[in-house]
């Protein structure tokens, strides 16, 4: 019997992240990519998904040649998701910003000079007209424990590039951002493996 041939790829057990950058379409475009109708879009609600579904936009965003942003305002700085290393393949510009899970911190005023410094960057991201999509994961968090006034975080988005489209992600999404997005969708959890005992998985949940 005749062994059929092998893909080489196969054999290669390298990590992924090792395998350098992917390339971008042919024909990407330079510059912001042009827009009818920039939005605001809200993830937000106690269900699992929200950063995930900004995830999936990501993705198609990328596809279409966009140039994009990410601010992390509650992931540590040094952390290393599957996303981290997907962003550095595929040269998405993704920032971690914050120190962890703040609301357990003993260092309330460091955790407000972080989340103030992370809005900082993310206004001068979105003001920069460098991005076709800038996205705020987990910004609702500082607003929510008021770090962040919730006007001036509106004001921003109100007057950014006209072809900016931002994503806001996180749980509990103040009411005044809720009003001004074009689009808000709420995560409902109606199961979720933790609850039985099932601690995050890799590639599934970071």
């Keep these: 019997m005749t062994e059929e041939p ?3 790829a196969l054999d290669d057990d390298e990590p992924l992240q090792k395998h350098g950058p992917v390339e971008q379409p042919v024909g990407k475009w330079t510059g912001l ?5 920039p939005l605001v ?3 937000t609600g106690d269900g699992k998904g929200k950063t995930t579904a900004a995830l999936g936009i990501t993705m ?3 596809g279409r040649g966009w140039n994009i942003c990410w601010l992390q305002f509650i992931k540590k700085k040094d952390s290393h998701y599957g996303e981290t290393y997907a962003a550095q393949r595929m040269g998405i510009e993704m920032i971690a910003l914050g120190d962890g899970f703040t609301w357990l911190s003993e260092n309330i005023e460091h955790d407000i000079k972080m989340a103030t410094e992370a809005w900082a960057l993310a206004r001068e991201k979105i003001m920069s007209a460098e991005f076709d999509l800038v996205v705020l994961d987990e910004i609702t968090y500082p607003i929510t424990y008021e770090w962040l006034n919730v006007h001036e975080v509106i004001e921003t988005l109100r007057n950014r590039p006209k072809d900016v489209d931002i ?3 996180g749980r509990a999404a103040h009411p005044l951002l809720q009003e001004f997005a ?3 969708t709420e995560m409902t959890e109606v199961k979720h493996a933790f609850q039985s005992g099932i601690k995050a998985q890799p590639g599934i949940d970071y």
């Design 60 to 62: 198609r965003a990328w």
């Design 6 to 8: 092998r893909d080489e």
């Design 33 to 37: 990519f042009p827009k009818k109708h």
């Design 167 to 169: 994503i806001i992600t």
């Design 41 to 43: 879009l809200v993830n």
């Design 182 to 184: 074009d689009t808000v």
